[in-house]
């Protein structure tokens, strides 16, 4: 059974001191597609317990997937038990998924620890894929020439256009599309904000929104078949 690890944030307040964390369907829902099939292992910086954005949980409270996963004994002793990156082995692991939240944008876009663990994954060409701001804790990671992973690259992530409509750009160190351009990768989204897309690039797997966390998981967990 192929094994995945979810990395979470362990950031809990933006740069404007609202409250933040990791982002609940981008974690439910591709959960619960990739569960069945493989052995999962969550992990942040800080280690056990990494925060949950609250406003997910209100603005998910009637998602099935999402009840369910905060009331899942399992997924609450994986979270309980998350890893700290500093612990993590790529060798254990066929693939690594950024779960996101406004949280990767302000932690683990600049972790060292992080930057290092993505930048193993990448070249090591096992699947290294992210959903809405999870792509911002890949901004740092490189592959063997020290090139940006976005170099070249088609890719994707919460857009200029949702950031806006969510009113959170002061909230963040840096717009995730304009990051992703800046280094030199192709941006896609989808033709209306919070639709459906998910690009793969080689091992490189994004996806843009919410919407796009549980298509997502299909894409990795094809791919491991």
């Known amino acids: 059974m192929p094994s995945i690890l979810f990395v979470l944030t362990s950031a809990s307040q933006t740069l404007t001191g609202a409250q933040t964390g990791w982002y609940l369907p981008e974690a439910a829902h591709p959960y619960y597609v990739l569960a069945p099939h493989a052995s999962i292992d969550f992990a942040s910086p800080a280690g056990p317990n990494p925060p949950i954005d609250e406003g997910s949980v209100k603005m998910f409270a009637e ?9 899942d004994e399992t997924v609450k002793s994986k979270l309980a038990d998350a890893k700290k990156l500093s612990a993590v082995s790529v060798k254990d692991y066929d693939a690594v998924f950024y779960v996101g939240g406004h949280g990767p944008v302000i932690d683990l876009a600049v972790d060292p620890i992080n930057i290092k663990l993505a930048s193993e994954f990448y070249q090591a060409g096992k699947i290294t894929a992210a959903v809405c701001h999870g792509p911002a804790a890949l901004v740092g990671a490189t ?8 170099a070249g690259k088609s890719a994707t992530g919460f857009s200029n256009a949702e950031e806006t409509a969510v009113g959170k750009v002061k909230d963040i160190p840096f ?3 304009d990051r992703i351009i800046s280094l030199g990768g192709k941006y896609e989204k989808a033709d209306e904000p ?10 490189l797997y994004t996806g843009q929104n919410p919407a796009s966390a549980g298509p997502i998981g299909q894409a990795i967990l094809k791919a491991l078949k």
């Open 143 to 150: 592959d063997a020439q020290g090139k940006s992973i976005f």
């Open 175 to 177: 717009l995730l599309e």
């Open 63 to 71: 998602d099935a997937e999402c009840t369910k996963f905060l009331a």
């Open 194 to 203: 919070w639709g459906v897309k998910v690009v793969v690039d080689g091992n």
